[in-house]
Nanobody
Framework: QVQLVESGGGLVQAGGSLRLSCAAS????????MGWFRQAPGKEREFVAH????????RYADFVKGRFTISRDNAKNTVYLQMNSLKPEDTAVYYC?????????????????????WGQGTQVTVSS
């Protein structure tokens, strides 16, 4: 079992920054990939960012490239999402997720069903 707890959400003005954290417990954190997803009201959950466990390779949704950065600290069992230049359309509940097994196939990390464990989510609200 893996437990994930997000924190760091809040209310910020457009152009501002937030850093989300996701603390993991229960299994060897360094052995699995992590992702961030978000869900806005009335919309489906969508992929935001992913980081490999083996080589630290990162991937991003096009709409956050250059603004968001995913990183991990294996010693602290924590993954982060640094969000800069926030826009009102970034308003959503942000979830971290763990993929213990890895996936093959082009772009599979974008698929929420590849992840076995999820946090409870943290609200991010960006005002205009």
């Amino acid at each position: 079992q893996v437990q994930l707890v997000e924190s760091g959400g809040g209310l910020v003005q457009a152009g501002g920054s937030l850093r989300l954290s996701c603390a993991a417990s229960g299994r060897a954190f360094s052995n699995y990939a992590m992702g961030w997803f978000r869900q806005a009201p009335g919309k489906e959950r969508e992929f935001v960012a992913h980081i490999n466990w083996s080589d630290g390779r990162t991937r991003y949704a096009d709409f956050v490239k250059g603004r968001f950065t995913i990183s991990r600290d294996n010693a602290k069992n924590t993954v982060y999402l640094q969000m800069n230049s926030l826009k009102p359309e970034d308003t959503a509940v942000y979830y971290c997720a763990a993929d213990l097994y890895g996936c093959s196939g082009y772009g599979c990390y974008r698929n929420e069903y590849e992840y076995q464990y999820w946090g409870q989510g943290t609200q991010v609200t960006v005002s205009s």
